[in-house]
Structure formats: structure tokens, C-alpha cells
């Protein structure tokens, strides 16, 4: 699964249910082993052991040959996580903060810890990380700088944590869940999503929002904000009432159902739309 794919194959609405692996575990390729050789001549030790009895060495007065040091490359998640390839998966380890990680690593999958803050040190350096998936933590802190150099993240996952505000997000973020949290529209930086050309999944649900946050990119498809607080919208919200015949297609699920707002109030903030956002209209 792409994420150019996903609206093609997922029901958006349900789509913050959805938390699976999504990353590439590396594949062994067949024919990539170098063959044994045929020719006895090739390994003349070899030859000489199976010819007839094994030659013992003499014992060594150097006293015992200590194991090779191991690497301390990613060594802290490693040994607390596993470590497969470019991810690592540390779901339910008892972590409280999180561990150093390879310097490769783009997926990391921390989910249901007790993880309570993020620091502007976890994942700097990472330029590789693709996903972030810290869902059903303790999280009521993150730094704002936190994800600000992570120029690959694709995806950051903060559901069902304690959060009463979002970092600065990278540009390139295609989707962000932070449903399930303590956010209120204070703890949104001014224009937060203005500048994210390419996300797609923006889900705030089930926090403490009192209005939509404004300007959303043309690149956004799925909107939730169910069960918040939003009781008014301006009819720029969605389009632009200066603009014409405009026509959003891209943005074809909006969830503002559970909140105090009576949609039908608001008609010309869904003249662009290709279907009405889901919520009361009466």
C-alpha cells in the first residue's frame, strides 16, 4: 500500500481505526549466496581435514580469545525493541521515554507504553524516518522543535495520548492522527497546516477544538474533527468565496458530526465540496 493509494483502497472514514505495520521488511533475494566451490584444490585445509584425522592445535598460552565487541550502534532499542531491518518495533516494551534508535531507522512503532514527553533530542538526526507511531502512550509534553528536522516523516501517529497542544510539523507530512487527546483550539500554532502541501489525513477528533483550523492545504482528503467543541464556521472554511465555479475534489470526507454545530447554517461553506461534510443539519 502506497500513500497514493490509500483513498483508492480504504474507507476513509474509518481510517483512523487503522494502525498497521506499513513498512517494507528488507527481502532476501534468491542466488545472492556465492556457491560452494566443486574443486577440492580451491580449499586446500578443507581437503587436508577430510583426507584423514583432524591435526589438533596446541592450546595457546595467551589464555582465552574474548568475544568480539559488540557494536554500540542502535544498541539501547535494540536490545529493548527489535530491530528489523530500517524498523523498529517497541509496542507494549514498559518503555517511559524513548530510546536511542539507529541512525537508519524509518519506521518506529512505539505504541501502548507509558512514554509520557518527547524531547527535541529523540529523533534528531534521523533524517530517514518515515513513521512515527506513538499511539496509547502517556504523552502530555512535546517539544516543539521534535519533528521540525525530519525532512522523510511521512506519518505521525499521536493518538489516545494527554495532549493539550502540536508541535511545529515538517512539510512533508502526509498524515497526522491525534485523535483522542486534550487539544483545545489554543493548542494549535496560527495557520498550522497552511504550509503542509502534501497532507492528506488530518484527524482531530475527540479533542477539545472550538473552530476548524483554517487555512486547510488543497492536498487534504480526509478532515475529522467529530466530537469537539465547534460551534461556528465562516463560509471561506472550505472554499473560497471570491473564487468562481471552484470545485475541491480532493477533500471528500469531512466528520463534524458530535459537535455543536448546525451545518445547515453555513450552505455556502460546502459549495465546493463533492459531498456534504457528516453532522447534524437540523
Not at 589464555?63 to 525493541?81: D, E, F, T
Not at 536511542?100 to 507509558?114: H, Q
Amino acid at each position: 500500500v502506497t500513500l497514493e493509494s490509500y483513498g483508492d483502497i480504504l474507507d476513509l472514514s474509518n481510517y483512523e481505526e487503522l494502525y498497521d505495520y506499513g513498512d517494507l521488511v528488507p527481502k532476501i533475494e534468491v542466488g545472492t549466496l556465492a556457491p560452494r566451490p566443486k574443486d577440492p584444490k580451491t580449499l586446500p585445509e578443507l581437503a587436508e581435514t577430510t583426507a584423514g584425522t583432524p591435526k589438533l592445535q596446541p592450546p595457546s598460552s595467551a589464555g582465552p580469545v574474548s568475544p568480539a565487541p559488540i557494536p554500540r550502534q542502535g544498541l539501547p532499542s535494540c536490545l529493548l525493541c527489535l530491530c528489523l531491518g530500517s524498523s523498529v518495533y517497541c509496542d507494549d516494551a514498559g518503555l517511559e521515554q524513548i530510546p536511542a534508535l539507529p541512525p537508519d531507522t524509518a519506521y518506529l512503532y512505539a505504541r501502548f507504553n507509558r512514554i509520557g514527553a518527547v524531547r527535541a533530542s529523540d529523533f534528531r538526526g534521523l533524517e530517514k524516518l518515515k513513521r512515527i507511531d506513538l499511539s496509547s502512550n502517556s504523552i502530555s509534553w512535546v517539544d516543539a522543535e521534535a519533528f521540525r528536522g525530519l525532512p522523510s516523516l511521512q506519518e505521525l501517529l499521536l493518538p489516545e495520548n494527554l495532549l493539550t497542544a502540536l508541535p511545529e510539523l515538517p512539510r512533508g507530512l502526509v498524515r497526522l492522527d491525534a485523535h483522542l487527546n486534550r487539544i483545545p483550539s489554543a493548542g494549535l500554532r496560527p495557520e498550522a497546516f497552511r504550509d503542509l502541501k502534501q497532507l492528506q489525513f488530518l484527524h482531530l477528533s475527540d479533542n477539545q477544538l472550538d473552530f476548524i483550523p483554517v487555512p486547510l492545504p488543497e492536498s487534504l482528503r480526509s478532515l475529522h474533527l467529530q466530537n469537539n467543541n465547534i460551534q461556528m464556521m465562516h463560509e471561506d472554511t472550505f472554499c473560497d468565496s471570491q473564487e468562481q465555479g471552484q470545485i475541491r475534489r480532493a477533500l471528500e470526507d469531512i466528520r463534524l458530526d458530535g459537535n455543536p454545530i448546525n451545518l445547515s447554517l453555513f450552505p455556502n461553506a460546502f459549495s465546493c465540496l463533492p459531498r456534504l461534510p457528516t453532522g447534524r443539519f437540523s
